[in-house]
């Protein structure tokens, strides 16, 4: 029997960094948290963006405004063990971070329903050990902004408001009022933002139109917020204090050991898709399959008439296929070869969609027998799910945690081998080598998904 050493423990590392927080959602969060990363991007320094939740759009304005990946801090679809050793991971790829930007979601003591707080913005604020910048939406309020800052400090001491932004200020006067009203509690305002230079990214039923969508808009939209922050925000006291949080001590997540190596012969290429109408997908799916093996390669359904080249597994995630149903319906060639593809598919929520006869009408691949349409009901939330049927993501009776988040329905809502199980009703579908429901999953909480892909494409 070979013995292996213990594994060294990590050197400590000083990465300033800052969660941006607020009371509730619509406080502005994201137009401050982007502000801030193309802002101090521009002071050239290397900016690590971060978002707390499962959201896949924000992340998608993060790296735009950064310069590299946006990535996810979710307690409860990562476990709380992984977020500090994936925040180090994300801020030393490619290359070492000067700072770290998180953006909270919702407000800032909102986690799952039920669950007092996991998985909230101060949850992840305590894990990660980071100061907090509180966005305050001041319409319509005066000092009492001081005391909604007081309480939201004396609810969890363990999380630090080591300052606050003040938004949507009516005039100087107000500003001056709200400023001495913090100043009576101790608070220190980090800059305001007049009500009159919003800046807002359009959005739709579920939230923002992510970036790609709208690439040069986006370019457009990313440099306004720069230039707002950089005119309202005292981005010298907003690095002061993302240096005070202190040393990083928890070991950088490493997706090979999560994986355990390659897992068969070759290089087996797994086709993702992209572009505009795909647009979910977690930077560490990525990552997990190259280190289970894989060659990832990319491809845009609204585009290319062919998987790539070799391709032996095929992932299709989240996005908003309902906008451009025509145009997906228009790819037949594409579509006719999903449609007869012999290797592993895995499909979340859009990717469902995708594979079924038709969406609002229009004709997809056919994979799965199930029409899909838009709803009026939106369904939202954490999920405690377990796997109904062996599949190529996981094996029967594996309990995973996800997230669901979508405005359509399928008729039937799941097949005859079902795909989870989860609240004492069947989801999804397994059919042959396809897996596929409404469920989106997060690998760094259960790499195996990657390995059993990679395992199945090499065979």
């Not at 037949?332 to 469902?352: I, M, S, Y």
């Not at 097949?415 to 760094?444: E, I, K, M, N």
């Amino acid at each position: 029997m070979v013995t292996r050493p213990a594994a060294e423990p990590a050197a400590p590392w000083a990465l300033p960094r800052v969660v941006v927080a607020a009371p509730a959602s619509g406080h502005g969060k994201t137009t401050v948290a982007t502000g801030l990363l193309a802002a101090l991007r521009r002071r050239g320094l290397a900016v690590s963006p971060h978002k707390v939740g499962p959201d896949y759009i924000d992340p998608g304005y993060h790296a735009l405004a950064a310069g590299r990946p946006g990535r996810n801090l979710d307690p409860w679809l990562v476990g709380e063990e992984r977020i500090a050793p994936l925040l180090r991971h994300g801020a030393s790829v490619p290359v070492p971070a000067d700072v770290a930007v998180i953006e909270g979601v919702m407000g800032l003591h909102d986690g799952a329903v039920g669950r007092r707080g996991f998985a909230s913005t101060a949850h992840v604020a305590r894990l990660v050990d980071a100061p907090v910048l509180l966005v305050l939406d001041t319409t319509a309020q005066g000092r009492s902004a001081a005391a909604l800052a007081l309480g939201m400090a004396a609810f969890d001491p363990a999380v630090r408001i080591g300052g606050v932004l003040l938004n949507r200020v009516g005039s100087a006067r107000h500003e001056t009022l709200l400023r001495d009203a913090l100043a009576e509690v101790g608070v220190p305002v980090l800059g305001a933002v007049a009500r009159a230079a919003a800046v807002a990214a359009p959005s739709r039923h579920l939230g923002l139109v992510p970036v790609a969508e709208r690439a040069p808009e986006s370019v457009a939209t990313v440099a306004a917020l720069a230039d707002l922050v950089e005119s309202t925000v005292d981005l010298d006291a907003v690095l002061a204090l993302a240096r005070t949080a202190p040393p990083l001590t928890a070991p950088a997540w490493d997706p090979a050991a999560a994986v355990g190596g390659p897992a068969g012969a070759g290089r087996p290429v797994v086709a993702v898709a992209g572009g505009p109408a795909f647009t979910f997908c977690y930077a560490e799916h990525a990552e997990l399959l190259v280190a289970a093996g894989a060659e990832v390669a990319g491809f845009d359904p609204l585009r290319d008439p062919a998987l790539p080249a070799g391709t032996r597994a095929v992932v299709v995630g989240g996005g908003f296929p309902e906008a451009y149903a025509g145009q997906l319906a228009d790819n037949t060639a594409l579509r006719a070869e999903l449609a007869g593809f012999d290797g592993p598919v895995l499909a979340e929520c859009a990717g469902l969609l995708y594979l079924g006869r038709c969406l609002d009408g229009a004709p997809m691949c056919g994979r799965l027998d199930l029409t899909a349409r838009m709803t009026d009901r939106l369904t939202l939330g954490y999920r405690d799910a377990v796997a109904a049927t062996d599949s190529p993501l996981a094996r029967a009776g594996d309990p995973v945690r996800g997230h669901e988040f979508h405005r359509t329905a399928t008729d039937p809502g799941h097949g005859d081998r079902p795909a989870w199980r989860w609240d004492g009703a069947q989801h999804g579908f397994v059919a042959g080598a396809v897996h596929a429901s409404y469920l989106h999953t997060h690998w760094a909480g259960h790499p195996r998904a990657a390995r059993r892909l990679v395992e199945a494409a090499s065979r």
